[in-house]
């Protein structure tokens, strides 16, 4: 631990005050990011509620530390810090690349977000649980949101009018987000006490929520967060859900084949091998590379362009529709980090998640918390893998806020003493 010198006027009743502040905030933030389109405008009522709260959050933690007169320290949390570091130094780079500085704004801004790991680890440190339980808040709130903004258009998509329910503007907004996959993990693997038997309606949900969206990335991921929840079931636990789950299936299934949605989806798995080695996903990676090679270690700075010849696959028409001649993202992230903040960002970026990921492993047999963040963030990696999702700003704070839980779970480690 690092020592800071504590306040002659902090009492215990001052940091319970502050941490009970705190735990509000958190909630706050986490409810408000969950309404808020993926693209906010800056005028939103909702993104205007998520950056009062953001601020309330951060500036309550600030305080605090005050109070209590420690700072944590963690693996983690270092490494966040010189990412972060990373980040705002991209911008000078970005300026000598030829980027203009509201493309790295753009860029630049959804990362710093990650800052609310400090805030959720210092209340993750006493409840990994109750952090757990804002998030599936969040997702919840989410769910009834997003299922209110696409009613209207849920009957086109069922009816085979729309192809998918993404593309009407506030669905596409909300589709983008990995919400549905977070929530699954949550109710499957450490549900909270007072969703009672809500729990499994939920579960229902946020499975078919991908599905409507014809989403082969979500689909993917949960089928195998099932997949997973069944197989740690042991005894006659393991045939009750077996049985709850094909029973689950068995209705809602003929439903989904009776509609339009089974072309669909059919089409959206149909896709060749040949066909996705010519993709403009791997045309991205590849574009990435070459700029990696003509800056390995700091990158070519966040809000570097690619063509949008690339993006698109090659569809003029809807590079036409876009009206753009490049755009700053890409659906990797790894290949994203390596092109704008070289080695040293994505080296930065992994060491903030591998401790993580290695605390959630190991507890993954002995804790429902563990299992459900390790799940949750395991579905967020794959998710940046294959869309630009980690530009968002509430991507970034579930990212944060689950490694927090499991790094929280884990003692901070202390500096070697000096001979």
């Known amino acids: ?61 600030a305080i605090r530390r005050v109070y209590v007169g420690t700072l944590p320290n963690t693996h983690a949390g270092v490494a966040l810090a010189g990412f972060l570091a990373l980040v705002a130094m991209s911008a000078p780079i970005a300026l000598i690349f030829g980027t203009n500085l509201s493309d790295w704004f753009r860029g630049a801004v959804p990362f710093f977000f990650l800052v609310v790991f400090f805030p959720a680890y210092e209340l993750a440190r006493k409840s990994p649980h109750w952090v757990l339980e804002a998030l599936s808040v969040a997702t919840i709130l989410w769910l009834a949101s997003t299922l209110v903004v696409t009613a209207s258009a849920i009957p086109a998509v069922v009816h085979g009018d729309v192809q998918r329910i993404t593309h009407a503007v506030e669905a596409w907004w909300a589709y983008q987000l990995p919400y549905a996959m977070v929530g699954l993990a949550m109710v499957l693997f450490s549900p ?27 689909i993917a991921a949960v089928s195998l967060l099932w997949a997973v929840y069944l197989l740690r079931q042991r005894g006659k636990r393991r045939i009750r859900a077996l049985s709850a789950t094909l029973l689950a299936a068995a209705i809602v299934g003929p439903v989904i084949w009776a509609t339009e949605l089974r072309t669909a989806i059919g089409e959206r798995f149909a896709v060749t091998a ?50 753009v001649d490049t755009v700053g993202y890409m659906h990797n992230v790894a290949a994203y980090l390596l092109m704008n903040l070289g080695a040293l960002g994505l080296a930065a970026y992994a060491a903030f998640i591998v401790p993580g990921l290695r605390a959630g492993w190991r507890l ?10 390790l799940a949750a963030i395991v579905c967020l ?4 893998s294959i869309q630009p999702s980690f530009r968002h700003i509430q991507s970034n704070l579930l990212l944060a806020m689950l490694v927090a839980v499991l790094v929280a779970m884990r003692p901070p480690f202390k500096r070697a003493k000096r001979a």
């Open 381 to 384: 990696l794959w998710w940046f």
């Open 274 to 323: 040949s066909e996705q080695n010519e993709s403009s996903r791997l045309a991205e990676i590849r574009y990435a590379l070459d700029q990696f090679v003509q800056s390995p270690v700091f990158g070519k700075g966040l809000g570097h362009q690619i063509p949008a010849a690339i993006t698109f696959g090659g569809d003029w028409e809807q590079i036409a529709a876009a009206e």
């Open 192 to 218: 909270t006490n007072w969703l009672g038997k809500a729990r499994w309606p939920l579960a229902v949900m946020f499975t078919l929520m991908p599905v409507l969206a014809v989403s082969r990335g979500q």
């Open 1 to 61: 631990m690092i020592q800071a010198t504590p306040s002659l006027t902090a009492q215990p009743v001052n940091a319970i005050g502050l941490t009970r502040a705190l735990r509000g905030a958190l909630v706050l933030v986490a409810a408000t990011a969950a309404l808020m389109p993926s693209v906010p405008d800056p005028l939103d009522p909702r993104a205007i509620a998520f950056v009062v709260s953001f601020v309330a959050l951060m500036s309550l933690w």
């Open 364 to 373: 993954r047999g002995t804790s429902p918390e563990a299992a459900a963040a």
